[in-house]
């Protein structure tokens, strides 16, 4: 398989360009493409290898998407399971070839430490290789670069405590009980993954929607695409701090299956309320199950009600959308330290930006970037792509990081 893109460029070439994107995954591959169209001339800078995100997963890690929605401009997924779910290896080797098929002028293993605007125009760039100038930016890093923690400072000593970007298999954990504090879609396949293992698995939960794999035969996304739930925009969302609410719990193992709280308590995983921290020798959790239960159940009728008037609009047969069975959401609101070596931190990532460039009605109350189409309001040149519910629901997914690519670029290609 090609282990580089085509054209991995120098120093000078960096030094040269006007025009940099930085990160090399679907957000920064698929602006490289539309701007390569348009015939703006840049470079991309990627702290690792193409696809580095991807490589970090663990071994198991596969897709909850399908393999159809890897559609990115120029290069959609053209393999023979379009209806499969890739591992985390074959992905990587899909945006290696994605990244030679478009001819991606990527500099790979420059890590951006900081971005300063300066005063007349353009942007100064301090890197693992120096420092770099251009007059136009665009950060296709993802809007979750800092892991969310929440009471870390209070576990005791002795505990072996990773983020989920950490965990690799179940045998590179010490033994004893582990405690995965979160519970979207990666919590919830790491606490699955861990209880065939034979370890004794606790999942703190939080508030998360789900739905079923497949409803009315087809996969949910094949649904998520067509009845509207992919193309909710940023502006119709109740209040900023949805951009936080996790993804469908489902996952794409062993052909795609069922995941969420009521297939992990059938397995006999023991789910909790939220941590809230530890105290005298024990973790504490707080008496909230019932409620994140509840809060993914009205969530999954949302979306059986948009894909029920779907199906009726279109003449499709209209699927069923039964009524969630009971749930019985005692849970103890403290465990024993003692019970666990390992604590996986798996309740998501929180913005970073301003770690980068502290500039002043750049970024929201949350971290997120303010900007009109991905170009900053209060940043001349400075542009995001990637980050979700950057435009809509689907901006930072496979199936819709390409529309925001082409609407990013035309921005860019403007400014001249």
Request: include cysteine; hydrophobic fraction near 40%; glycine fraction near 12%.
């Amino acid at each position: 398989m090609p282990s580089a893109p085509a054209h991995r460029v120098d120093s000078e070439a960096v030094e040269a360009a006007n025009v940099l994107v930085v990160g090399a995954g679907q957000a920064g591959l698929a602006l490289s493409h539309e701007l390569s169209a348009r015939g703006v001339e840049h470079l991309v800078l990627e702290r690792g290898r193409v696809g580095q995100s991807w490589r970090d997963r663990w071994d198991s890690f596969c897709l909850v998407t399908p393999n159809w929605s890897m559609q990115l401009p120029g290069g959609a997924y053209d393999g023979p399971d379009p209806d499969g779910y890739l591992p985390r290896d074959e992905i990587v080797e899909f945006f290696e070839r994605y990244a030679v098929r478009i001819r991606a002028p990527v500099r790979d293993g420059m890590t951006v430490t900081s971005i300063i605007s300066e005063p007349s125009g353009g942007f100064r760039l301090s890197t693992t290789d120096g420092e770099v100038h251009a007059g136009r930016v665009a950060l296709a890093t993802g809007a979750y670069q800092r892991p969310h923690r929440p009471f870390a400072e209070t576990l005791p000593p002795g505990l072996h405590v990773i983020d989920v970007s950490d965990y690799r298999r179940p045998d590179g954990l010490p033994a004893g009980g582990i405690l995965i504090i979160g519970s979207g879609q990666s919590g919830l396949q790491i606490a699955e993954e861990l209880h065939h293992a034979g370890r004794d698995v606790v999942l703190s939960c939080g508030r998360a929607p789900w739905a079923p794999r497949r409803i009315g035969g087809r996969d949910l996304v094949w649904w998520a695409a067509r009845n509207g739930f992919f193309e909710v925009p940023a502006g119709a969302l109740p209040n900023p701090a949805e951009r936080l609410t996790a993804n469908l719990q489902n996952s794409g193992r062993d052909g795609g299956h069922d995941l969420n709280y009521r297939t992990l308590k059938a397995l006999n995983v023991a789910l909790v309320g939220r941590f809230i921290g530890a105290a005298d020798a024990d973790l504490r959790f707080g008496d909230d199950l019932a409620a994140s239960v509840a809060f993914g159940d009205q969530r999954y009728r949302t979306f059986m009600g948009l894909t029920q008037r779907y199906a009726a609009e279109q003449g499709l047969e209209v699927p069923d959308a039964p009524e969630p069975p009971a749930f019985d959401a005692s849970a103890p609101e403290r465990l024993p330290a003692s019970r666990f070596s390992t604590v996986i931190y798996a309740g998501g990532f929180r913005p970073a930006y301003r770690d980068w460039l502290p500039i002043d009605g750049a970024f929201d109350d949350l971290g997120f970037p303010i900007h009109v189409d991905g170009e900053s309001v209060a940043v001349p040149g400075l542009h995001f792509i990637g980050v979700h519910f950057l435009r809509k629901r689907k901006s930072s997914l496979l199936i819709g990081v390409g529309e925001d690519a082409a609407v990013v670029a035309d921005r860019m290609a403007q400014a001249g």
